[in-house]
């Protein structure tokens, strides 16, 4: 779909906007950008999906005079570019940071995004949470001696202490050299609601001297952040088990809502026929879920509710090679791998292998401690500086505070028994992907199994591979495997009907809309290297059976077959539309033979189960892809981080016509004491859970989704999960296993009326 631009012609500006191109530092260490007062010649305010307004009095910062940027919704990028006609020259600056003043009159927070582009065209991209009808200084460095440091911490303190709030990362860290700026780009991505900023005093600004201890002693011995009064914080082992015993109380009383089934089903709702396992159904033009028992059913909920993701490197690791033995036959990947056990054999061979992470905590454990079985060990990780190494669970060993421990591991079991006391009370239906196995017998509350397909088969390469490659299907040790995981998956579930359904593999690099990346990374392979080379090599022949053909439609000049098959490079050729066609029937076809060998195995041992798919991210699917899989799921899953659905986004569901469900999507803010703050960042722990609310209500107002699941429970550790440092305030509960209240309320008030808002009349 074309974007709606809307410009403002220089002309218009000529009396109202500043705008410096020189770069030459003013006395006090600055390089003004613009105050929107006047302009000079070769600057073009561009706006996209925007309205652009000169406005006086609130919001006005320097001058007389802040530009109002009201945002279109339901656009993939709102806002507007600013571009010199020459690049910004900021070498004198030194080290240096982009800074502005922003006032926000909206009724509700504005999650702003700024990038800035080099003149060889690279950049960074940096976001914040702007509070409701507040005004503020905002800022990002742009040159610093730790920028692009990966210290395995998603994004680090703040390096200095400024009177500006500092914009959180989006994407990556990277030290790109920005003595010469290009441009800035300002907006907000796929926003719901009617929204507008006012911006003033756009500045280069040097930066004062990094605090060499930022990094330092920033954890206490609970895992929070200990340089920081935070309110949601506990202040001691008193008053972790106080806040225990007052919620267990209120625990021990609570009861279903009122409308459930024994299965959170619509009791006061339509019945249907009972198979005693859960299905799909079409309800007057809405889809939904059948409980065993025949009531609609909605499945609200919270995934990734286990230990494996609570783990954070300790800066120690052993030379001893055991501790990273793998099993070529295990079926679960490193972050899904629970706390395990290290010897005191291996821990004699201990060393420190990152030195600044050792130095993140106030205090950990003694190996002789009580609280020693909360070390664990990764033997890789996705991404960071540390590649394998100890690490520490903050979040079990204060479970152990928490509940003490009357047997051993009776902390555990006591955490399983308050999690779905707290599911139910809370009014969730189920618990959603990446749910601990402990959990799939208690008889007490939905859930999803889940699985990923690993192993030594041969790998595609989409070009948009931040989780990896993707499995070639076409290998038959693909499909081995895949039965062999399902096979341990039904092993765990045994029919049980409290099961809906089963998510296998998760946000795989598919590539996006109109790309064709993991089929130019087949055709360029020898034949013998490549499973889906040869399945392509088939398809292509007997739509062409002379190579002829195939060059005259791809203006390609290949000798023969038998040269294609040797080598078919085409990434850096240009592809004509009759190409990009067969490209696009190749990468269907790819889609449906992976979709269909995961469907056929899930079906052989696991037939009264939903297959979910594989939670398709906005950045790994296409309608190639999509079109693959409507042919064998049940259920279509998507992983969606933006403040709520569209509805241009998702027009391509009526085509589908199929069920579908929201796998992951979260908000979270920086006043629980975490550095960053998630992928949607918001103002404060209240706005947080009025944008759960709104994120709710949009998806409860679209007929095609029957779920949506908000990842995660906990709050990830503060120096990072081990698998990639996300260390982000996305949780239900606190690193000390404290609900947010906010968030507890809202969910209360949302789910008691779900059904009724949902199917109601």
Known sequence: ???????????????????????AANSAGEIPITSFEKTDAGLDPKAENATIKLVS???????????????????????????????????????????????????????????????????????????????????????????????????????????????????????????????????????????????????????????????????????????RDIKYNVTNEGHLKELADAEMRALAVSKPMQDRSSWGGWKDGPKFEATGHFRTHKYKGQWALIDPDGYIFFSSGIANIRMANTSTFTGVDFRDDSVRYRDPEDVTPEDSVGIVSVSDKVRQTRYIIDKTRHKMFVELPEYDSELANHYSYRRSTHKGPVPHGETFSFYQAN????????????????????TLDRMIDWGFTSFGNWVAPEFYHAKRFPYFANGWIIGDFKRLYSGADYWGPIPDPYDPEFERRAKYTTMVIADEVLNSPWCIGVFVDNEMSWGLEDTYGIVLDALRQPLADSPAKQAFVKILKKK??????????????????????????????????EMIADFSILKEDLASTYFRIVHDALEDVLPNHLYMGARFAS???????????????????????????????????????LPCIIGEYHFGARDSGVFDSGIIEAADQKDRAEMYTEYMESVLENPYFVGAHWFQYIDSPLTGRAHDGENYNVGFVTIADVPYPEMVDAAKKLNRNLYQNKYGD
């Open 619 to 657: 950045w790994g699917m296409s309608k190639e892809v999509r079109a693959g899989a409507k042919k064998y799921v049940d259920v279509m899953s998507f992983n969606h981080y933006r403040e709520g659905l569209g509805k241009k986004k998702w027009e391509h569901l009526k085509d589908m016509d």
């Open 544 to 577: 062409y059976p002379q190579i002829g053909a195939l060059n005259q439609m791809w203006a390609t000049d290949f000798a023969s077959w038998k040269a294609f098959e040797q080598n078919a490079d085409l990434r850096d050729t240009e592809h004509s539309e």
């Open 57 to 227: 009095g609130k919001g006005v910062s320097d001058g007389k005079k802040a530009l109002q940027v009201d945002f279109e919704v339901d656009t993939d990028f709102a806002g507007f570019e600013i571009t010199p006609a020459q690049p910004w020259d900021t070498t004198s600056l030194g080290d240096f940071h982009l800074r502005y003043d922003a006032y926000n009159p909206s009724d509700r927070s504005v999650f702003l995004a700024i990038t800035v582009t080099n003149a060889e065209g690279h950049n960074i991209r940096r976001a914040v949470g702007i509070p409701a009808r507040s005004s503020g200084s905002y800022y990002f460095e742009l040159k610093s001696e730790h920028l692009g440091e990966d210290y395995g911490l998603r994004d680090d303190p703040d390096p200095f202490a400024l009177d500006a709030t500092r914009m959180i990362v989006r994407g990556h860290k990277y030290a790109v050299d920005f003595s010469k700026v290009k441009s800035l780009k300002i907006g907000t991505q796929s926003i719901i609601h009617d929204k507008s900023v006012v911006i003033d005093n756009l500045r280069f600004v040097s930066s004062p001297k990094t605090d060499p201890d930022f990094l330092v002693d920033i954890v206490d011995e609970f895992g929070q952040n200990a340089k």
């Open 399 to 418: 479970l152990e505070r928490r509940y003490g421990e009357t047997f051993p591991g009776s902390y555990l079991q006591k955490w399983r028994d308050i």
């Open 1 to 23: 779909m074309k974007k709606r631009k809307i410009t403002v012609s220089p002309s218009k500006w000529a009396s109202v906007l500043t705008f410096l191109a020189a770069g």
